[in-house]
């Protein structure tokens, strides 16, 4: 099973971008595609967007499309996710997973930690 | 998007119970539909996939049915460890969608 470690927590300013990374462990990190979930406090997860990180090709949920922007680096492994322009409702749990199997139409079989995100002025 | 609809938001039951919870999609998933385990503080756990699957590792106390747009996943007989909430999610398009969740309390 991949591991994925997240970075730490962040406080940002309304109207500020934040970057979260998320490293996988193993040698397999351009066989599988990258989801990014958050989840605001007593909410159900929210997906966000997906990665190929052989390719680099990306896909947003409509509601973050111009603020979102996930990017991979295949020499470290690690997948990125930036949020531009941030307001109070994007205070959550931003969380990197992974899809299960090669397919794009898949579930997510490995987590990240979660990474905290408080948008606060 | 496809809208996810979980029921009930909220289960008390006892060790040893059978607990039933229903997820119902907008729109036929055909069998494209997973549960997932979540805990305070930690991410979601993959528990069933392809609404019937059970993922590697996880008890057979656990599992999943339906197809189209109505679905169920069911805990034979509850155990501590699985006081949580639990989420369906579809991926039978490319804009995955969450259920709002499930929480089983103990009664």
Redesign the interface.
């Known amino acids: 099973q991949v591991q994925l470690v997240q970075s730490g927590a962040e406080v940002k300013k309304p109207g500020a971008s934040v970057k979260v990374s998320c490293r996988a462990s193993g040698n397999t990190f351009t066989n599988y595609f990258m989801h990014w979930v958050r989840q605001a406090p007593g909410q159900g997860p929210e997906w966000m967007g997906i990665i190929n990180p052989s390719g680099s090709s990306t896909d947003y949920a409509e509601k973050f499309q111009g603020r979102l922007s996930v990017t991979a680096d295949t020499s470290t492994t690690t997948v990125f996710m930036e949020l531009s322009r941030l307001r109070s409702e994007d205070t959550a749990v931003y969380f990197c997973a992974r899809g299960k199997g090669v397919v794009i139409t898949a579930p997510f079989d490995s987590w990240g930690q979660g990474t905290l995100v408080i948008v606060s002025s | ?1 496809i809208q996810m609809t979980q029921s009930p938001s909220t289960l008390s039951a006892s060790v040893g119970d059978r607990v039933t919870i229903t997820c119902r999609a907008s729109q036929s998933l055909y069998s ?1 539909l ?1 549960w997932y385990q979540q805990k305070p503080g ?5 528990l069933i ?1 392809k609404a019937s699957d059970l ?1 590697s590792g996880v008890p057979s106390r656990f599992s999943g049915s339906g197809s189209g747009t109505e679905f169920t996943l069911t805990i034979s007989s509850l155990q501590p460890d699985d006081f949580a909430t639990y ?1 369906c ?1 579809q ?11 499930t929480k089983v309390e103990i009664k």
């Open positions: 998007d494209w997973a930690k991410a979601p756990k993959l996939y993922e989420y999610q991926y039978s398009t490319n804009s995955w969608t969450f259920g709002q969740g």
